[in-house]
């Protein structure tokens, strides 16, 4: 059981301003607790370990506490791993590569330019010598020079040839790593859905695409009901394997109607749904909604029942002024209705 876990129930009960005061109240403590200076990447971690955002931070923040090993160095990494996706040292080694590969080509280019050169120059010599009247033993040296120069610029043209096809296939290999490296970084490693990041990056896409077309698009921000209890239950293992199960449904479900599914963190994720109202998109969730509390769950290696998970949803459309974080704002506010209401239901946006 995490504190930060905790916390979250308790702020469900709570005004919105007086969960906002209990939080910060608990990132200070953890400040002082660990000797953390209140800076900006520090209280952004903790304010996210208090709210529970991300469940696998909160995982690792706990360990490290329990373990006695929750400092700035430790902290610092969480944030590498957790929160800021592909790290710093993974960019600069790759930046590094493509100024080695660089480096190469250009002193293989001006080596060849080098020996054309020398090649242009033995062969205007020998036009020079063949324009006057030339002994036969004179001869048979200029074109033995000749030759060895046709054989010298041959060796250099095969060198730059093989040069270059390493350089080929260097860049091919650079490019995967890059475009392994670019999706790691909007990849939320648990459930293999969009991270947090990757998510926001969708939605302003689709907004500027609904903007383009003149076509609706509605997003639902989803939060599976109860899930402490879930984690208090069975541990963190099985959680995780519940917000695997869950992720694959909405991507399943999602994909059907044409949407796109992302975890922001935690048990919340989010389903954009492009061409659809907000009562059209809910009307859809919803059906989501109902045939995922129909099924029980149960655990793969004994076959005991989990029992069944339900999630609660808000729904909200874009409106032309909308940023990807007032577009969540209110479908967040439509899923605190769904909660208050009673949960394991789908509310669409009022407003």
Same mark, same amino acid.
């Given at each position: 059981?995490?504190?930060?876990? @905790?916390?979250?129930?308790?702020?469900?009960?709570?005004?919105?301003?007086?969960? &906002?005061?209990?939080?910060?109240?608990q990132?200070?403590?953890?400040? *002082?607790?660990?000797?953390?200076?209140?800076?900006? =990447?520090?209280?952004?971690?903790?304010?996210? $370990?208090?709210?529970?955002?991300?469940?696998?931070? !909160?995982?690792?923040?706990?360990?490290?506490? &329990?373990?006695?090993?929750?400092d700035?160095?430790?902290?610092?990494?969480?944030? *590498?791993?957790h929160?800021?996706?592909?790290?710093? /040292?993974?960019?600069?080694?790759?930046?590094?590569?493509?100024?080695?590969?660089? #480096?190469?080509?250009?002193?293989?280019?001006?080596?060849?330019?080098?020996?054309?050169?020398?090649?242009?120059?033995?062969?205007g010599?020998?036009?020079?010598?063949?324009?006057? =009247?030339?002994e036969?033993? &004179?001869?048979a040296?200029?074109?033995?020079?000749?030759?060895?120069?046709t054989?010298?610029?041959q060796?250099?043209?095969? #060198?730059?040839?093989?040069?270059?096809?390493?350089a080929?296939?260097?860049?091919? +290999?650079?490019?995967?790593?890059? /475009?392994?490296?670019?999706?790691a970084?909007? +990849?939320d490693?648990?459930?293999?859905?969009?991270?947090? #990041? @990757?998510?926001?990056?969708?939605?302003?896409?689709?907004?500027?695409?609904?903007r383009? !077309?003149?076509?609706?698009?509605?997003?639902?921000?989803?939060?599976?009901?109860?899930?402490?209890?879930?984690?208090?239950?069975?541990?963190?293992?099985?959680?995780?394997?519940?917000?695997?199960?869950?992720?694959?449904?909405?991507?399943?479900?999602?994909?059907?109607? /044409?949407? !796109?599914?992302?975890?922001?963190?935690?048990?919340?994720f989010?389903?954009?749904?492009?061409?659809?109202?907000?009562?059209?998109?809910?009307?859809?969730?919803d059906?989501?909604?109902?045939?995922?509390?129909?099924? *029980?769950?149960?655990?793969?290696?004994d076959?005991?029942?989990?029992?069944r998970v339900?999630?609660?949803a808000?729904?909200?459309a874009?409106?032309?002024?909308?940023?990807?974080s007032?577009?969540?704002?209110?479908?967040?506010? &439509?899923? $605190?209705?769904?909660?208050?209401? @009673?949960?394991d239901?789908v509310?669409?946006?009022?407003?």
């Amino acid at each position: 059981m995490t504190m930060a876990s @905790g916390l979250l129930v308790a702020a469900e009960e709570a005004s919105a301003s007086t969960a &906002a005061l209990a939080w910060f109240d608990q990132v200070r403590a953890h400040c *002082v607790m660990h000797d953390l200076p209140p800076e900006p =990447p520090v209280y952004d971690l903790l304010w996210r $370990y208090v709210r529970d955002e991300n469940h696998d931070l !909160s995982l690792a923040v706990d360990r490290a506490i &329990a373990a006695g090993g929750f400092d700035l160095p430790a902290l610092m990494d969480m944030r *590498v791993k957790h929160i800021d996706g592909i790290t710093t /040292g993974e960019v600069a080694s790759l930046v590094e590569v493509v100024h080695d590969q660089a #480096r190469a080509l250009t002193e293989t280019i001006e080596v060849g330019q080098t020996n054309l050169a020398k090649y242009d120059r033995a062969l205007g010599e020998g036009s020079s010598a063949l324009s006057t =009247p030339l002994e036969a033993a &004179a001869l048979a040296e200029l074109l033995e020079n000749l030759g060895q120069a046709t054989n010298t610029m041959q060796e250099a043209n095969a #060198r730059l040839a093989a040069d270059l096809a390493v350089a080929v296939t260097e860049a091919r +290999t650079l490019s995967v790593k890059l /475009g392994a490296a670019q999706r790691a970084a909007v +990849t939320d490693q648990l459930t293999g859905l969009l991270n947090r #990041r @990757g998510t926001f990056q969708l939605i302003e896409q689709h907004q500027r695409e609904a903007r383009r !077309s003149g076509q609706p698009v509605s997003l639902a921000l989803i939060d599976i009901d109860n899930f402490k209890r879930v984690n208090d239950r069975f541990g963190h293992a099985l959680g995780d394997d519940v917000l695997r199960f869950v992720a694959q449904h909405l991507a399943d479900h999602a994909e059907l109607f /044409g949407g !796109s599914v992302g975890r922001l963190g935690g048990e919340e994720f989010v389903t954009i749904i492009p061409g659809k109202p907000v009562q059209l998109a809910a009307s859809m969730v919803d059906q989501v909604r109902a045939k995922l509390a129909s099924q *029980v769950i149960r655990n793969a290696v004994d076959g005991s029942s989990l029992g069944r998970v339900s999630f609660s949803a808000g729904v909200a459309a874009d409106k032309a002024d909308d940023t990807a974080s007032t577009l969540l704002e209110r479908a967040d506010k &439509a899923l $605190y209705t769904a909660k208050r209401m @009673g949960r394991d239901r789908v509310v669409p946006d009022r407003n």
